[in-house]
């Protein structure tokens, strides 16, 4: 089994962060919004399977984020419009978009595989 650059944990970890914010900003709002909590909850998951992508080192797994971030920053606008009326909501979801944000330099910067 080979080693897992350390950029791959600390990009597991924050992915992890991530989407412990975005449970916790399920549960805190499910009940205002039960079809936007289903969708909260497969991102949750969605998520947390990226994290566990990152800790077996999986180079793909860069590309993929970009991807799910770029899409988690468009989707901040509507949620930072209504955000006199659902601050917390707003707060915590800019956090869980910011953790992806800072879990993919780790990605880019870690070594490709089989690379020395």
């Not at 991530?18 to 991102?43: P, R, W």
Request: hydrophobic content about 55%.
């Amino acid at each position: 089994m080979r080693p897992i650059h350390k950029n791959y944990k600390i990009a597991a970890y924050l992915i992890f962060a991530a989407s412990a914010v975005t449970l916790v900003n399920h549960f805190l709002h499910y009940t205002e919004n039960i079809t936007a909590g289903t969708l909260a909850l497969e991102t949750t998951l969605l998520i947390a399977v990226l994290g566990y992508f990152a800790t077996l080192g999986k180079d793909w797994l860069k590309w993929f984020l970009t991807f799910i971030t770029v899409i988690s920053a468009f989707a901040l606008q509507p949620i930072l419009n209504n955000f006199d009326t659902y601050p917390v909501y707003g707060i915590l979801s800019v956090i869980a978009c910011a953790l992806q944000i800072i879990a993919m330099p780790f990605l880019f910067l870690a070594p490709k595989e089989g690379a020395k």
